[in-house]
Nanobody, 123 residues
């Protein structure tokens, strides 16, 4: 089975920084795109940033210039560096990954989500 485990959320003052990490584990053969989404109370989940296994990134306009996504393919880990945080960045942040893994010896491709990590930006 495959798991995504996130870490790095917390409470930070406006203008501060946080770094989120998401590590994938299990019988993984390959990971394609990885990304971060967020969901604020009473709002839909939205894409924050995504990165392909080749390093091509897609960053939401609302965080462009402030957030950076990166990945370490050897560690099956994706990172989200968040700088100049604003109160409107407050949300639960979810990691997502498109993974090819072995299930009963059969290669299977599926979309996985982490459990979510709370980011609160407040003074």
């Amino acid at each position: 089975q495959v798991q995504l485990v996130e870490s790095g959320g917390g409470l930070v003052q406006p203008g501060g920084s946080l770094r989120l990490s998401c590590a994938a584990s299990g019988s993984i053969f390959s990971i394609y795109a990885m990304g971060w989404y967020r969901q604020a109370p009473e709002k839909q989940r939205e894409l924050v940033a995504a990165i392909t296994n080749g390093g091509v990134t897609n960053i939401a306009d609302s965080v462009k210039g402030r957030f950076t996504i990166s990945r370490d393919n050897a560690k099956n880990t994706v990172y989200l560096q968040m700088n100049s945080l604003k109160p409107e960045d407050t949300a639960v942040y979810y990691c997502n990954a498109d993974i090819l893994y072995y299930s009963g010896g059969v290669p299977t491709r599926d979309d996985y989500w982490g459990q979510g990590t709370q980011v609160t930006v407040s003074s």
